[in-house]
């Protein structure tokens, strides 16, 4: 074989390793942010995983009511919720009641709120006023225990 031909079959073979090894690493790392993406994706449908008697009827609660809107990891028409309520006026629940219950009231007079309206195009989320304190925290249970 003369060494030209066979200096260009080592560089295909070459390439061909380092292409695959590239390909490889790629993978690699996007696997583990979609694997926390998908965890917590089968989380939020998952009835299997260990929850509180809390969280779970929290977890019932968020689908009826919040799951149109939001995802725990990713926004969608409002913010993902995964840690909320180390956010923002979100640290008081008072303040997670009075926005659930009258976002519109709330973003009146809190600056944070006005930023998210914003931030989402001025959709602005729906008001819950019949969700009881227990309900509220029930749902803030299920998010809590779900990272």
Request: glycine residues 6%.
């Amino acid at each position: 074989m003369n060494r030209q031909v066979l200096y260009i079959t080592y560089a295909h073979f070459l390439f061909a390793v380092i292409a695959g090894g590239l390909l490889l690493l790629n993978k690699i790392h996007h696997s583990g942010q979609k694997k926390s993406i998908e965890q917590h994706i089968v989380l939020s449908n998952s009835p299997t995983i260990n929850l509180s008697e809390d969280a779970l009827a929290g977890k019932t609660l968020f689908q009826a009511k919040c799951q149109s809107c939001h995802n725990l990891v990713q926004p969608m028409t409002g913010p993902a919720l995964l840690d909320f309520t180390s956010r923002g006026p979100w640290i008081e629940r008072q303040n997670i009641y009075a926005w659930i219950r009258n976002p519109q009231g709330f973003a009146e007079r809190n600056d944070y709120a006005r930023s998210l309206i914003a931030q989402f195009n001025g959709v602005m989320m729906t008001a819950f006023p019949n969700l009881k304190d227990e309900e509220i925290g029930q749902i803030i249970a299920y998010v809590e225990e779900s990272r």
